[in-house]
């Protein structure tokens, strides 16, 4: 019987020897030296022992590079993660072959450059036949940022419960936003005296103004919206301006429909090619 508990009380250090070294942050080069460390420790393990170790070292290595190719696709990085169980009493008889666990979850990360954090809760409702769920409750909070759009819509999410949409349309907010700024840069970088950004890259207006046609100014205002569904989608406008001299001699009112023409233009051109036509027009046209 000694013996018996003897063995016992090896194995039982052995697994838990094996749990911190699993479970402990490592530092590159350290896993040899704990590795040597564990066996000096306990007393040898069987193969059988080891090869559970491997095999769950190798899959929270896979789950890990999951997580890594998820945040690269998706531009998404969960820093904080926590979740608490409760198992709900059924108050009523009809009931009692219901099982019900409500989740606590609480998480934060970020997408690029917006900081987020949520709170909610899923009830599961398991019975002999099914096992379904369901959030109940939706809490986001958006550290503060430039972008008005995002609270509309953070209001809509939580409404919903949604929390597929409000990733998902996070997601392709930040793409639109990223490829606005970078559209913004080309232009200044490749026109630098004619394109203005008065509220920097990250803003949705830019200006084009031409020293040879003082008065003359387009200004082009670029925002991200989201539908009800939150679809995530451009809009473009074109804001004209002109001396009261050359208003009242456009008798052909080119001005005044400018805005049409421009959302024309678009749809044929696509944004870059329709907003580098529209720089063009303006260095380009004669003075007169």
């Not at 193969?47 to 690269?72: M, P």
């Not at 759009?149 to 930040?174: G, P, Q, T």
């Not at 020293?211 to 200004?219: D, H, I, K, T």
């Not at 939150?230 to 429909?257: F, I």
């Amino acid at each position: 019987m000694d013996a018996q508990q003897a063995e016992v009380r090896a194995l039982e250090a052995e697994i838990a020897a094996l749990r911190r070294a699993c479970e402990e942050p490592r530092t590159a080069g350290e896993d040899n030296w704990r590795a040597q460390k564990s066996l000096r420790e306990m007393y040898q393990s069987d193969s059988e022992g080891w090869a559970s170790s491997k095999d769950l070292r190798s899959h929270l290595g896979h789950l890990e590079s999951e997580l890594l190719f998820l945040s690269t696709l998706t531009g998404i990085s969960i820093r904080n993660y926590s979740m608490k169980t409760e198992v709900l009493r059924n108050t009523e008889k009809t009931e009692k072959s219901i099982t019900k666990v409500l989740q606590r979850h609480r998480l934060s990360g970020n997408c690029q450059m917006i900081t987020f954090q949520l709170e909610f809760q899923i009830l599961e409702i398991q019975n002999k036949e099914s096992l379904s769920s369901v959030i109940t409750d939706l809490n986001i909070i958006m550290e503060p940022t430039e972008y008005s759009e995002l609270s509309e819509f953070v209001s809509r999410a939580e409404e919903r419960r949604d929390l597929l949409m409000f990733f998902r349309s996070l997601h392709f907010f930040v793409e639109w936003c990223e490829y606005r700024k970078r559209t913004f840069e080309h232009f200044k970088e490749k026109y630098p005296e004619v394109v203005q950004l008065p509220e920097g890259a990250a803003s949705s207006c830019m200006v084009v103004r031409s020293a040879r046609r003082p008065g003359f100014e387009l200004v082009i205002v670029w925002r991200v919206q989201m539908d009800e569904e939150g679809k995530v989608l451009p809009k473009l406008d074109l804001l004209p301006k002109a001396p009261q001299q050359a208003l009242e001699l456009d008798r052909n009112r080119v001005l005044e429909t400018a805005p049409l023409s421009f959302r024309a233009l678009l749809g044929v051109l696509g944004i870059e090619a329709a907003l580098e036509s529209l720089i063009k027009s303006l260095c380009t046209a004669d003075p007169s």
